[in-house]
T-cell receptor, first 116, second 114 residues
Framework: EAGVTQFPSHSVIEKGQTVTLRCDPI?????LYWYRRVMGKEIKFLLH????????ESGMPNNRFLAERTGGTYSTLKVQPAELEDSGVYFC??????????????FGPGTRLTVL | AQSVTQLGSHVSVSEGALVLLRCNYS??????LFWYVQYPNQGLQLLLK??????LVKGINGFEAEFKKSETSFHLTKPSAHMSDAAEYFC????????????FGKGTTLSVSS
């Protein structure tokens, strides 16, 4: 079974440009999460999809970030326009979402974003 | 609000020595606790999780963790370190069974010397 995949693995852009990150969750997983780790800090939650709906986007830093999950499969996270403080590693995770037991989140390898 | 504190950003041990990585949590409700590991150039991999069943949880690669409610701790241990254990380890907490964000500690980098 394929794990969570993310593309690209690295992205280097200039301040003011746009970048789109993609996440493909494990097949059949309804829950999809985005997290971010800024250098030297902890991994922080950005938002959570259940299928195609945003369940919780309380961690999104500002309106320069737009996440979508059309059709409830893969998800994209767009940063427009990018700022220096957006640099970091963006992780995607997915989980099955079965009720009645602890739901394990499976993480992708992350996308390292550098904004110059 | 929930929080996680990992004591020590960097721990160094010799091969064969005991590994002890510390994690304390703060939660207003019974928590679910997790340890993840990140090897270089890889994603986070689940080591083990506490689900309110047994307080001593066994994970992969010989790791285990004990939930101590009185100390609000969930320390990760391994009796004998191996070179391949060198990685960054993250403790995380959530308070719902499904579909809730994980709150992470800052991570502890484990170095193993021969």
């Amino acid at each position: 079974e394929a794990g969570v995949t993310q593309f690209p693995s690295h992205s280097v852009i200039e301040k003011g440009q746009t970048v789109t990150l993609r996440c493909d969750p494990i097949s059949g997983h309804d829950n999809l999460y985005w997290y971010r780790r800024v250098m030297g800090k902890e991994i922080k939650f950005l938002l959570h999809f259940v299928k195609e709906s945003k369940q919780d986007e309380s961690g999104m830093p500002n309106n320069r970030f737009l996440a979508e999950r059309t059709g409830g499969t893969y998800s994209t996270l767009k940063v427009q326009p990018a700022e220096l403080e957006d640099s970091g590693v963006y992780f995607c995770a997915s989980s099955q979402g079965a009720s009645g037991r602890v739901d394990t989140q499976y993480f992708g390898p992350g996308t390292r974003l550098t904004v110059l | 609000a929930q929080s996680v504190t990992q004591l020590g950003s960097h721990v160094s041990v010799s091969e064969g020595a005991l590994v002890l990585l510390r994690c304390n949590y703060s939660s207003s409700v019974p928590p679910y606790l997790f340890w993840y590991v990140q090897y270089p150039n890889q994603g986070l991999q689940l080591l083990l999780k506490y689900t309110s069943a047994a307080t001593l949880v066994k994970g992969i690669n010989g790791f285990e963790a004990e939930f101590k409610k009185s100390e609000t701790s969930f320390h990760l241990t391994k009796p004998s370190a191996h070179m391949s254990d060198a990685a960054e380890y993250f403790c995380a907490v959530s308070d719902h069974q499904a579909g809730t964000a994980l709150i992470f500690g800052k991570g502890t980098t484990l170095s193993v010397s021969s």
